[in-house]
C-alpha cells in the first residue's frame, strides 16, 4: 500500500528509504522542514520495522548523579552548581553506595552515573567509587560518565584520554552514556555550553573510547537556539564517526528544558518537533542500531507515541532524575516496571527488557538473568 505523501519533497526521500539508500544532508534539512509528519511517519517506522520489528525495548535502571558541583556553568544547564553555592551538593564515596543499593531493590541491572565538573573530585576517586560499586552489585552495568567529565578528569589528571578510559574501564566502567554532545556547531556551543569540550572534542573521546571496546550512547540537544542546519550537521557527523568505530549503541534526542537556565525566555519544544526529532534521527542514523524515547525528557504520552514514529527504545525506570527536573522537567521522576510494560502494551508493541547492551534481561521472583 502507497502511503499519503502530501509534501512532494519527500517523494524522492522515500524512493531511498524503500530500498535502504543512505539519506544526504539535503535529504535531512527537508525532513526537519517538513510539516507532513505522517509521511515523517512512515517512514521512520518502516525503518524501524525493519530492524526491530515490533519490539520496544526497555530496561530497569537507577541514575546516580555524585556531585552537582560544576566548574562549566554551561548557559543550557540548571543541575550545575558553583561548589561555593549553599543548594550544592557531592556525595561521599558511602552516599553513593548507598544510594545505589536503593535502587538494587528493585532488581535494576543498570546505574546511570553522571555529574558535574567537581574541580577536586579526582580520577582515583571515581576509579575508586566504581570498584565499590562492582563489589556490591557485580550483576549491574555500570554506565557511567560522559565524554565531557572524561576530558575534564584526562586534563586534571594529566593524562591522555585513552589512559583515562582505560583507568575507568579496569575499574568496572562498562559503557558511557550519551550525554554533553548538546550540538556539534561552534556558534552554539559558544552560546549555550561555552566552557565545555567542542563538538570535535567530544567525538575524538567517543572515538578513543570506542577503540578499546567501551561502548556509548550519542544524544542531541534540541529546541535552543540551533538551526536545522545545525541538526543534520550533528547526525551527519555521529553518523560518520559510526561508520568508523561502530561503537555507538543508541541516539537519543534531548530536547531542551528552559526553566531555571539562563535560557529561560527561550520556548519548550512542542510535541510535533519532539516526534519530528526521534523520526528524522531515525532515518539519518541509518548505522546506529536504536533511537531512545527517553520518556522523562518528552513525558511518557509523548514517548509512547514516539514508539510508531521511530523509536524502539522508552528508557527505563530511572528512579531519581536530577538534571531534567532541576529544568522544570513535570514528568515523575521514576516509572515502575509495570507502568512501562503498560504503555508500550498500549502503543501496540511488544515490551522487551533488556541490559544495557540490548541482551534480553529474563526474571525469577528473586533475581534476573541476562542471556548472552
Ligand atoms: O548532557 C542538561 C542535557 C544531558 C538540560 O545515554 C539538558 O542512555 C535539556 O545525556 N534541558 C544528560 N537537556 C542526559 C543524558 C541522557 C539521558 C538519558 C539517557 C542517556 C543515555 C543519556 O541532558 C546533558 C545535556 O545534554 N541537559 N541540561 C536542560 N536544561
Redesign the pocket.
Known amino acids: 500500500m502507497q502511503p499519503v505523501v502530501d509534501d512532494p519533497r519527500l517523494r524522492p526521500i522515500l524512493d531511498k528509504v524503500y530500498s535502504g539508500a543512505r539519506l544526504s544532508f539535503e535529504d535531512g534539512l527537508a525532513l526537519y522542514r517538513t510539516p507532513d509528519i505522517l509521511a515523517l511517519g512512515y517512514m521512520a517506522n518502516l525503518v524501524r520495522e525493519r530492524l526491530h520489528e515490533n519490539v520496544t525495548y526497555f530496561n530497569v535502571n537507577r ?1 546516580i548523579n555524585p556531585t552537582d558541583v560544576c566548574v562549566a556553568s ?1 548557559r ?4 550545575g552548581k558553583k561548589a561555593k553555592d549553599a543548594r550544592a551538593y557531592t556525595m561521599s564515596l558511602e552516599q553513593v553506595w548507598e544510594t545505589a543499593g536503593r535502587g538494587w531493590t528493585e532488581a535494576v541491572t543498570e546505574f ?1 552515573i ?1 555529574g558535574g565538573l567537581h574541580p577536586e573530585l579526582t580520577l582515583d576517586w571515581y576509579c575508586e567509587m566504581f570498584r565499590g560499586l562492582k563489589d556490591r552489585f557485580p550483576q549491574v552495568h555500570l ?1 557511567a560518565l ?1 565524554m ?1 567529565e572524561i576530558a575534564y578528569l584526562a586534563q586534571r589528571t594529566k593524562i591522555s584520554i585513552r589512559e583515562t578510559v582505560e583507568r575507568l574501564k579496569d575499574s568496572g566502567v562498562d559503557s ?7 550540538i556539534f556547531c561552534d556558534r552554539v556551543r559558544r552560546i549555550i555550553c561555552d566552557h565545555k569540550i567542542d563538538g570535535s572534542q567530544w567525538l575524538e573521546v567517543a572515538r578513543t573510547a570506542h577503540g578499546i571496546g567501551l561502548n ?4 542531541m ?1 534540541y ?2 537556539i540551533e538551526t536545522g542546519e545545525d541538526r543534520v550537521d550533528h547526525l551527519v557527523k555521529l553518523r560518520a564517526l559510526q561508520d568508523e568505530t561502530g561503537g555507538f549503541v ?1 541516539f ?1 534526542p ?8 539562563p ?1 529561560r525566555h527561550v520556548p519548550r519544544t512542542t510535541g510535533f518537533e519532539d516526534i519530528k526529532n526521534i523520526a528524522v534521527a531515525r532515518l539519518m542514523l541509518d548505522n546506529i542500531p536504536h533511537v ?1 524515547a ?1 520518556w ?2 518528552m513525558t511518557p504520552r509523548i514517548a509512547q507515541i514516539a514508539q510508531r514514529f521511530g523509536a524502539d527504545d522508552i ?1 527505563g525506570t ?1 528512579v531519581e532524575e536530577k ?2 527536573h ?4 513535570t514528568t515523575s521522576q521514576s516509572l515502575r516496571r509495570g507502568e512501562l510494560l503498560s504503555l508500550i502494551r498500549e502503543a501496540g508493541r511488544e515490551p522487551l527488557e533488556r541490559d ?1 547492551l540490548y541482551r534480553p534481561v529474563v526474571r525469577s521472583e528473586t533475581t534476573f538473568t541476562v542471556l548472552v
Not at 76 to 79: I, K, P, V
Not at 176 to 182: D, V, Y
Not at 254 to 261: G, R, S
Open positions: 541514575h554551561c543550557l544547564c540548571a543541575f546511570h553522571v554506565k560522559t565531557v558511557l552514556p550519551g550525554g554533553g554532545a548538546e556509548s550512547n550519542c544524544t540537544l529546541g535552543h543508541t537519543i534531548l530536547a531542551f528544558h528552559p526553566d531555571n537556565t535560557l531512545k527517553y522523562i525528557m528508557d530511572v538534571i531534567y532541576d529544568a522544570g522537567a544495557t
